[in-house]
């Protein structure tokens, strides 16, 4: 096979058409380094690498700045109902649907009207998904990429549940995207008042005397303290209380409150505090006596959960697992620990200590991706800069190495190591997606709205982003499977096959 | 004899030929390894309901007034001669939801159901998560816990050939241990895209790798399960096959394990019922109707081997034994296990058990566990297999089996 990929890259080279510059030689280390900050190389990584330089690219990367996205990508999203939509509209728009729908009388009109209403909800989520998707693969932004996946996945909703379907692209991005790269407590403020977490860890349920503890224990076991970290059955129930009241008001009336009650009342988009069902009795959280009263009550208890140390523990840990090794050491993490006390959960200060430790270099190349990861790294390697037309096939791959998109049914997300990705059914399954990925009608390029398109042809993957990123970590058992290779299909294959293209 | 020794392989088409001569003649797979038959006919399914069931809405303790009064909404009616889709009395306490009655009602009456009712874990933290990981791992309670093997996995040591099996997506806890268990989705599986020579140069790449057999065993095992699968695929091409979801997948499951796997394990998910749970009808009646039948079709995959087999049921904790204000159940603590199995003594309540009054319950919201997940399972172990005290030691640590002579 060697003469084909020979072939490949002199017409590479050959179609360029480009000015005669100077290709960039990453070191070895350089291309390691690259692939654990971002997706995996692609040539737009490659140039801005070369042009910054490290520190500088570190820089830009962490600086939570919204780089523009290529112009083709940002017209694709842009033209997405997605980005349009306003939660609390839409909210109380398909609430009012369901009323109407629920009022007819049981029969084919209404069928057909339920399962509308529901193919729309389903519509407006993979959109969603079709803007994070386009993202991901594209935007120059890809550690705060990585970090709106990482962000999604600890404070986890399910599209399937509820309305969240309808919800999740405003959760993407009003709820998690500002604060990726910023304060810990804004994300845990941002997702406990987005309707899209109290549907789905049913808080909007939450009322004095009709307690339901679900979202409470969420708070503090997933998203800020951990499970061991010494909280009782009765804080639990503590913070329901002080939960109780927090909730969805999608295009309702202000309910009618008496005077002491009103300046408590809290209302912004779809989410509404209503002290009418606050349980105002006294309360304590971790042996801290809870004022309030209302809302405040609820602002005090995130103060009290993100600075405690278990919460600096449990995120610096987390963010280590993913970014560093599925056991992260104990130091590094102690570490980036005090920094997110020191800085009041200051994200990206806790990510310059762990880029900058030597436990971090040290493991470059030795954390197995997950599907996300997977898919993702191929296509940048597949079509670097090149727009895709179609997610639809993204989508469903994602769905078939089970990560996909919002699609995680509890709320604990998944799992960030490679024992959870790595076992024999997935590897099979694994090599079954690199070789539709591999193959010329794998669909990318058919425009969505059904429009033709001329056909696609084999990805090039064997192309300068290859000879520059992959081939130099290449085993001679690799290199020796790839020259085995018979058809242009079985070597991209392989390559996405392959351990070294597995690890990042 | 260490982990590797004595694994279940998997397999080509020459397989079933092997397997008979397998006791006399050990035999080398594709990576090399020794591969070793089953010596025990025995089979055990562990079947992990994630989400903590409201057994209370299942197996109905229906002359507990406590139950009605704490279950305004969604209590499940007293059993009744003039409903016959009503709830199933089983005996003059318990009754088995309407939802399961057509499926698991005749199981029952043959004595090849039972249910354990007051069983789970001591382990109070009522996190999903957390209380699913340390039955997973099954060590003594209050033990640090060590991830480096769970009761199942150690369970594959003990017996030396057992030919295990998960039928997940991912390796489930349980599982972990020194030996390379196979795990295969039986959830929409097509034909293999490899052939054997692409098959060999992928695991080619990952010689000497630590997936190396992970890869290999991913492989074969696709290939073996569409071979097991023909029948059904020409059946479906036929437009012969009708079942779908959990009971598709547990026909499948009953195929392989009648064929050629004797431990297993299969999670089912969507039990964490906080809001609008349902009674007789509604979202629990829905699961455990697809559950129920999906465990009558996996008994009647087994064939004549369904003698040989048992099949618990369990779930991480209970729920709240009142219902909480959105007509839903909260975390709880004790569950309802179900057992199983063609030959088994059932069509009985077993296990220690109380009278539900509001005062008997735990930390007055939930059942208290009296019988020890790992005592049951220990038991169920010792009968099945003939475990040793010792061999037992090995997979539950510390625990005094305790003996329902189910078996």
Request: net charge neutral.
């Amino acid at each position: 096979m060697a003469a084909l990929v020979a072939g490949a890259a002199i017409t590479v080279a050959g179609c360029a058409g480009a000015p005669a510059r100077r290709e960039f030689a990453a070191s070895r280390a350089d291309v390691l380094w690259l692939n654990r900050i971002t997706y995996g190389v692609n040539s737009q990584t490659l140039s801005d690498y070369e042009w910054r330089g490290r520190a500088g690219f570190l820089d830009s990367q962490l600086s939570g700045r919204d780089a523009p996205l290529p112009p083709a990508i940002a017209t694709q999203i842009n033209l997405l109902d997605v980005v349009h939509a306003d939660a609390a509209q839409l909210l109380a728009a398909t609430n009012a649907e369901y009323k109407r729908i629920n009022a007819l009388a049981d029969g084919p009109e209404k069928e057909q009207a339920r399962k509308a209403l529901s193919e729309r909800g389903t519509a407006l989520a993979y959109q969603a998904a079709r803007r994070d998707l386009l993202r991901a693969i594209y935007s120059p932004a890809q550690l705060q990429e990585q970090l709106v996946w990482f962000w999604l996945n600890h404070f986890n909703v399910a599209q399937s549940k509820g309305s969240v379907r309808w919800l999740i692209g405003d959760y993407e991005e009003h709820a998690i995207r500002p604060h990726v790269l910023g304060h810990f407590r804004e994300l845990v403020m941002a997702t406990l008042t987005h309707p899209a977490m109290l549907q789905y860890l049913d808080n909007a349920q939450n009322a004095a005397n009709h307690v339901n503890e679900n979202y409470a224990r969420e708070l503090m076991e997933l998203h800020t303290l951990g499970v061991a970290a010494g909280y009782t059955q009765a804080d639990v129930q503590n913070l329901a209380r002080i939960l109780t009241g927090v909730g969805i008001n999608a295009g309702g009336a202000q309910p009618k409150l008496p005077p002491a009650w009103q300046a408590l009342y809290r209302r912004e988009g779809a989410f509404e505090f209503n002290p009418a069902r606050h349980d105002f009795t006294s309360k304590t959280l971790l042996g801290h006596a809870i004022r309030g009263p209302g809302f405040a009550e609820v602002e005090q208890a995130v103060d009290i959960l993100v600075r405690e140390p278990a919460c600096a523990q449990f995120i610096a840990r987390k963010l280590a697992v993913y970014f560093v090794a599925d056991d992260p050491p104990p130091g590094l993490v102690a570490r980036m620990a005090a920094t997110f006390a020191r800085t009041d959960g200051d994200i990206a200060a806790v990510l310059r200590v762990m880029f900058a430790a030597p436990e971090f270099s040290a493991s470059l190349g030795g954390k197995f991706k997950d599907p996300v990861h997977f898919v993702v790294s191929a296509l940048r390697l597949a079509y670097d800069t090149r727009p895709i037309l179609n997610t639809h096939p993204v989508v469903n791959w994602l769905n078939a190495l089970a990560e996909p998109i919002y699609g995680h049914q509890t709320p604990d997300g998944y799992a960030l190591t490679e024992a959870a990705w790595a076992s024999s059914g997935q590897m099979s399954r694994r090599f079954e997606i690199a070789r539709a990925m591999a193959s010329p009608n794998a669909g990318l390029f058919e425009p969505e709205d059904g429009s033709i398109a001329p056909s696609a042809g084999f990805p090039q993957l064997s192309n300068r982003i290859y000879f520059a990123a992959l081939e130099p970590l290449l085993s001679e058992r690799t290199k020796n499977a790839l020259e085995a290779a018979t058809s242009q299909q079985e070597w991209n294959t392989l390559l996405l096959s392959s351990p070294e293209f597995n690890y990042r | 004899m260490t982990g590797k020794a004595h694994r279940q392989k998997g397999a080509s088409i020459q397989r079933r030929d092997l397997l008979r001569w397998a006791a006399v003649l050990p035999t080398l797979t594709l990576t090399g390894r020794l591969y070793a038959a089953p010596t025990s006919p025995a089979r055990f399914l562990l079947v992990f309901l994630r989400g903590g069931y409201d057994c209370a809405n299942f197996l109905i303790p229906y002359s507990s007034s406590y139950y009605y009064e704490a279950r305004p909404h969604i209590a499940i009616a007293r059993p009744d001669a003039s409903t016959p889709a009503g709830a199933l009395a089983l005996d003059a306490d318990w009754a088995l939801a309407p939802a399961a009655r057509a499926s698991l009602g005749p199981l029952y009456q043959q004595r090849q159901l039972a249910f354990v009712p007051f069983a789970g874990t001591d382990d109070l933290s009522r996190s999903h998560f957390e209380t699913q990981d340390s039955i997973e791992l099954g060590e003594p309670s209050r033990s640090q816990h060590d991830f480096g093997s769970g009761f199942m996995g150690r369970l594959v040591q003990v017996l030396g050939s057992s030919a295990p099996i998960a039928f997940t997506d991912a390796l489930p806890l349980t599982f972990k241990g020194p030996a390379d268990i196979p795990n295969v989705s039986l959830r929409g599986i097509g034909k293999p895209a490899f052939d054997e020579r692409q098959a060999s140069l992928l695991t080619g790449m990952y010689a000497e790798h630590h997936l190396e057999s992970a890869v290999a065993d991913g492989l074969e095992l696709r290939q073996e399960v569409a071979l097991a699968m023909a029948d059904e695929m020409l059946a479906a091409n036929r437009g012969a096959i009708n079942t779908k979801g959990f009971a598709l997948e547990a026909e499948r499951m009953g195929k392989l394990m009648r064929d050629q796997y004797r431990l297993g394990f299969v999670d089912v998910g969507g039990w964490d019922t906080h809001v609008n749970e349902g009674g007789a009808t509604g979202a629990l009646a829905n699961n455990i109707d697809n559950l129920s039948r999906g465990l009558v079709s996996f008994s009647q995959a087994m064939g004549e081997q369904w003698r040989s087999t048992v099949v618990v049921v369990v779930s991480e904790f209970g729920r709240t034994f009142r219902e909480n204000g959105n007509h839903g159940t909260d975390h709880g603590h004790g569950s309802v296990y179900w057992v199983l199995g063609g030959a088994i003594s059932g069509g009985r309540i077993a296990g220690e058990q109380l009278a539900i009054q509001r005062a008997t319950l735990f930390q007055d919201r939930d059942y208290p566990v009296l019988n020890d997940y790992r005592a049951v399972l220990g038991g169920l172990f010792r009968s099945l297999w003939g475990l040793s005290a010792a061999s037992l030691e090995r997979v539950f640590p510390q625990v005094r089996s305790l003996d329902l002579k189910l078996i």
